[in-house]
């Protein structure tokens, strides 16, 4: 089996997939009589010819070495995920090579992170590491009379592992 090691993610690492929705070191404004830091447009939703719903998940967490047996991509929308408690998770991604994803990589995320992933980005499922793995999440929403389908999934010939960096 082939084995991945997860890396911290940074903004840097990670622009190729999507964002890291995080405090800033400092707030880009300060609102609501002063008491208040707006860090402001950390991630570049895309919602196509949908709108942005928020959703809430509750995922059960998993543990490393982590199996990857099956990768995602939405086609038609983007997709953020912003934890609901200061524990970290597990991102996985991979650019495309010809309509199925290359060699994925795999993020850490470090407590409070968050990650907008782009649209069509190949990704794992959500990963939390620890409970409770409560998410806001922020994806397309398509009208009712909206043709296409937002969910390609790609399972591998054989699994990849993923371990601790």
């Given at each position: 089996?082939?084995?991945?090691?997860?890396?911290?993610l940074?903004?840097?690492?990670?622009?190729?997939?999507?964002?890291?929705?995080?405090?800033?070191?400092?707030?880009?404004?300060?609102i609501?009589?002063?008491?208040?830091?707006?860090?402001?447009?950390?991630?570049?939703?895309?919602?196509?010819?949908?709108?942005?719903?928020?959703?809430?998940?509750?995922?059960?967490?998993?543990?490393?070495?982590?199996?990857?047996?099956?990768?995602?991509?939405?086609?038609?929308?983007?997709?953020?995920?912003?934890?609901?408690?200061?524990?970290?998770?597990?991102?996985?991604?991979?650019?495309?090579?010809?309509?199925?994803?290359?060699?994925?990589?795999?993020?850490?995320?470090?407590?409070?992170?968050?990650?907008?992933?782009?649209?069509?980005?190949?990704?794992?499922?959500?990963?939390?590491?620890?409970?409770p793995?409560?998410?806001?999440?922020?994806?397309?929403?398509?009208?009712?009379?909206?043709?296409?389908?937002?969910?390609?999934?790609?399972?591998?010939?054989?699994?990849?592992?993923?371990?601790?960096?």
């Open positions: 089996m082939t084995q991945i090691h997860t890396e911290a940074t903004a840097t690492a990670f622009a190729p997939f999507g964002d890291v929705i995080a405090f800033k070191d400092a707030p880009d404004q300060i609501n009589q002063g008491l208040c830091g707006r860090h402001h447009d950390l991630a570049r939703l895309d919602m196509g010819d949908g709108r942005a719903g928020i959703n809430l998940f509750d995922a059960q967490p998993r543990t490393l070495p982590y199996c990857l047996e099956m990768m995602e991509r939405h086609p038609l929308g983007s997709q953020a995920f912003i934890p609901l408690n200061p524990t970290s998770f597990l991102v996985i991604v991979a650019p495309d090579a010809g309509g199925k994803p290359a060699t994925p990589r795999a993020f850490l995320t470090a407590p409070g992170q968050g990650i907008n992933l782009l649209r069509n980005t190949w990704h794992g499922v959500l990963t939390p590491l620890h409970a793995g409560q998410f806001v999440v922020i994806d397309r929403i398509a009208p009712a009379d909206t043709p296409g389908n937002n969910l390609e999934e790609h399972w591998f010939d054989a699994p990849f592992q993923v371990t601790s960096g």
